[in-house]
Each structure stands twice: as C-alpha cells, then as structure tokens.
C-alpha cells in the first residue's frame, strides 16, 4: 500500500512542475484525494459493501469536485490535475500512467447494464474539457485534444481533437539521423517530443525528414563529380563525399573560410 502511496505522489511531481513539496502535493492535490478515495470505495464495491462504496464516493466528491464511480477500474499511476468537474463512470478502465485534466468526462451513450464507458489503455493524455463517451477504446500512448468529444475507437500513439473527434495524426520517435540534423539547424530537441502538439512536431519531424534525404543525394553527387574528375567543385556547409563523418564535421568547423576549394 505504501509503495502505491509513494508512486502515486512521484508521479504528481513528474507531471506537474508546479509540485514543490510532499506535503503540498498531500494536502492540496484534490485528484491525490479523489484516487485513494476511490480505491477504498472500489475495494468496498468488490466485497459487496456497494451502499458504503456509493457514499465513500460521494463524500469524495463533494470534497474533491471529482465524481470517480466505484466499479471503475483504476491502474498505477493515475493523475487528474486540477480535477474539478470530472467525472469517470462505473464501467470504465483506466491503465497505467494515465494522465486526466479537469471537467474530463468518461461517459456512457446508453442506459444498457453492460459495459457503456470507456476503457484507455497505458499512457493516455486526456486533455480539458474532453468527453470519451461509450464503450470505446483508447489503445496505449493516444491522446484526446481539449473540449474534444471522442465517440469511437483511438489507435495506439495517436491524437484526436474535434467534435466529432477526428485523429490528426500519430506520434513516431524521431530517427537519429533527424534528430542530428535538429541539432546542427538550431532546433531543440525538445521540439521533437511527443509533448509538443504533434501536427506542428509532424510537420518538422517531415521537414527534418526531406532535409536529410537531400543531404544524402547531394552526397552522392558530390562523390559521382568527384569519380568523374569535376574540378572546382564549390563544397556545401556539410560534409560531402568522402569527407562525411565525425573527422568532416570537424574539418568544416575547424574552417569555415575554406570550404571552397578544388576537388
């Protein structure tokens, strides 16, 4: 119980750079409240005790602001930040390292018995506002855009905004490759992370992409000019030919005023 405890304030810290302290994230973190609230009222509800579980819970929520049913099913790690105004049904399932902002909502569309709310998978990000609505899933790694409202299935990685929610596209890790060419055109690599908004990330990372293939076809012109006996050929800002790798790199840094010269 206590290493959940102590997993549970860590990830407060790793995902809200306003934490400063322990005793601040335990005395006023409401979602830190609303989870072991819901954990007692969950464990409750599974025994049978379901009229104790329904007031633990509803106790928790005129406390807290967040109204979590207590046949949710609940995983590791989860954070609501701010939390006021959401609400997590009875038969939703949360995985691990799930992320919630406020006024998230994960819903039902019917009033059928069965299972009618949502289930996210392990490190899903739901932004304010969202609804996920039905029995629908959210794969590993997806992530749901502000006032969005999400009516049917999300695949791994992707993001989806808009009412209807509509994926706008997935987020891959960047090659090596493009993420030194990041470096040397100034870019942080920061820039490259899934915490950027993915369209914009996408659109660099394609960028990034395009340069490098250029970079490679001036390459091996350079070196087809260079079998062919080309003088005077005028050098680009990168290594070319044969001068490519580390001992290029540091030839063109080393001296920026000569890289004109013949071949």
């Not at 392990?122 to 304010?128: E, K, Q, R």
Request: some cysteine.
């Amino acid at each position: 119980m206590f290493n959940r405890i102590r997993e549970d304030i860590h990830c407060v810290f790793d995902r809200d750079p306003a934490a400063r302290t322990t005793w601040e994230v335990l005395t006023c973190y409401p979602g830190l409240k609303a989870l072991w609230a819901h954990r007692a009222a969950h464990w409750l509800w599974t025994h049978g005790l379901r009229w104790m579980a329904r007031a633990l819970s509803q106790t928790a929520r005129w406390l807290t602001g967040i109204e979590i049913h207590p046949g949710a099913t609940i995983g590791r790690r989860f954070f609501i930040d701010h939390g006021m105004g959401v609400v997590i049904g009875e038969t939703a399932e949360i995985g691990d390292d799930v992320t919630l902002y406020h006024q998230v909502t994960l819903g039902g569309t019917s009033w059928d018995k069965g299972k009618r709310h949502p289930t996210l998978g392990n490190n899903v990000v739901v932004g304010a506002g969202a609804k996920v609505l039905g029995p629908i899933t959210l794969e590993d790694g997806a992530r749901v855009g502000s006032n969005s409202v999400v009516v049917k299935d999300v695949p791994a990685g992707a993001t989806v905004v808009g009412i209807p929610g509509r994926v706008v596209g997935t987020h891959s890790a960047p090659s090596d490759k493009v993420v030194e060419i990041a470096k040397r055109m100034g870019f942080d690599a920061y820039g490259l992370s899934r915490d950027m908004p993915d369209p914009v990330a996408n659109a660099i990372s394609a960028m990034l992409d395009h340069v490098q293939t250029l970079d490679d076809r001036v390459n091996e012109l350079c070196r087809a000019m260079r079998n062919a006996g080309v003088e005077k050929l005028e050098l680009p800002d990168f290594p070319c030919g044969e001068d490519t790798g580390a001992a290029g790199e540091e030839a063109v840094e080393a001296a920026p005023d000569t890289r004109k010269k013949a071949i």
